[in-house]
């Protein structure tokens, strides 16, 4: 329209009829080049801005101001085309439809159109009497041309509007299938929920069954060892309370301190901690003297034989291994009626390992009990392993993986002399 506008304008000057189209206008239009000019100039930055504002790149103080920018650049389009079109506010008002975003900005919708309406009225009187209308340069042609530029002119206003209204359309299926979109997330979101508060449900089963295992464990541990010790030395204080009762005093000694010392872990493995002489001494220290108070109370000869000791151990690497001697001691007093026991730890390249012989009567074959299968639980957790076999007495052998140091080797026999 700016091109026709232009062009008919260079016609009638150089055709020598200015003064006659003059005296049809109530203002001088702008020379034909200028007016072209500063309609594409409008017409650029009205798009420039658009884009600015649909990309969503500046905050919503900053998208006003683009907003309000665009709507000046609007309304200087209009006025470079005389008013003689008002199909550009369309512009404006796809980038507001754009960028609506529901109920919270519903009152800046209706005023945003409300003002692209009143600047878009050109029949307003403030206007009307300030322009060139289209009909002015129409008029310069024959009738015939006039209609078909007429035509042209409606035949184009039509197809703007159609194009308008089928944005719309696809504006709107974009946000119902957006809204869909979201409803199935929320759905999917909703079942996850409902299958993490079932995965939570069942790791809380699982957390109290794994707790009721550890407390199984510890109890079995530290009662069945001391209970163990307690009972083969009642038995010796049975056969010396008449032959030696000194010896017999001594040995009821022993065995009550081994009671204390269990109920004191008892209480420590409820807490969940660890044994009380891990607590206080290096792994070394407490597991020698565990083997030695348990040889004082039931009698029976243990040997701890280090041939490396692994250093930077972990608390629970240090428990598990405590608690594999003390459960491999108890069995063989308890089961394998074994007078004698050695116990072996030391280390090699990328592991630690233990093994626990006894001369006990041993057995043809071996049926884990509550006690092997906590052992090896406890080792599992840890990446290890456990055997067992029967040969002149009753082998146990752990390993754990570590990274150890070789240590220097030395023996320590106990036995109740």
């Known amino acids: 329209m700016a091109g026709f506008m232009s062009i008919t304008q260079e016609k009638i000057v150089s055709s020598m009829a200015a003064r006659t189209f003059l005296s049809s206008l109530p203002i001088v239009p702008l020379p034909a080049a200028q007016g072209f000019l500063l309609a594409a100039g409008s017409f650029l930055l009205l798009v420039l801005l658009g884009f600015l504002y649909r990309r969503q790149l500046l905050r919503s103080g900053g998208q006003y101001v683009v907003f309000l920018a665009e709507t000046g ?16 506010v369309l512009l404006v008002v796809a980038d507001l439809m754009h960028r609506y975003q529901g ?23 403030v206007f009307q009497g300030h322009v060139a209308p289209f009909d002015a340069y129409a008029a310069y042609y024959r009738p015939s041309v006039q209609a078909w530029l007429l035509a042209i002119k409606n035949g184009f206003v039509s197809v703007n509007l159609i194009l308008f209204v089928s944005w719309l359309v696809l504006l709107v299926q974009n946000k119902h299938r957006e809204k869909e979109r979201i409803a199935s997330l929320n759905r999917q979101l909703g079942e996850a929920n409902r299958k993490l508060r079932a995965y939570a449900l069942e790791a809380e089963r699982m ?18 060892h001391a209970l163990t010790g307690i009972a083969a030395g009642l038995d010796a204080c049975i056969i010396l309370v008449d032959a030696a009762p000194e010896a017999a005093k001594k040995q009821l000694a022993k065995i009550r301190e081994t009671a204390r010392r269990g109920i004191t872990d008892v209480r420590r493995s409820v807490r969940k901690l660890r044994p009380d002489d891990l607590e206080k001494l290096p792994l070394r220290h407490a597991m020698a003297r565990m083997v030695a108070e348990f040889a004082e109370s039931s009698g029976m000869k243990i040997r701890l034989v280090a041939l490396g000791w692994p250093d930077h151990l972990r608390e629970d690497e240090e428990e598990v291994l405590y608690r594999v001697v003390q459960e491999g001691v108890t069995n063989a007093n308890r ?14 390249p990328g592991r630690v390992y233990l093994i626990i012989a006894d001369n006990g009567a041993g057995c043809s074959e071996v049926k884990p009990g509550f006690g092997l299968r906590h052992m090896r639980e406890r080792l599992e957790l840890l990446h290890g392993r456990l055997r067992c076999w029967s040969d002149q007495g009753f082998t146990l052998e752990a390993v754990i993986p570590a990274g150890t140091e070789k240590g220097e080797a030395y023996d320590i026999d106990h036995d109740r002399g």
């Open 103 to 125: 109920e919270k900005q519903s009152w800046l919708l209706v005023g945003a159109m409300f003002g692209l309406y009143v600047i878009a009225n050109y029949n307003l009187a």
């Open 73 to 88: 650049a609007c309304v200087l389009l209009m006025r470079s085309l005389n008013l003689a079109y008002d199909g550009v």
């Open 207 to 224: 957390a109290e069954t794994r707790e009721r295992n550890r407390l199984a464990r510890e109890i079995h541990d530290t009662l069945g």
């Open 335 to 348: 089961h394998g009626h074994a007078t004698e026991v050695i116990v072996t730890i030391g280390t090699e």
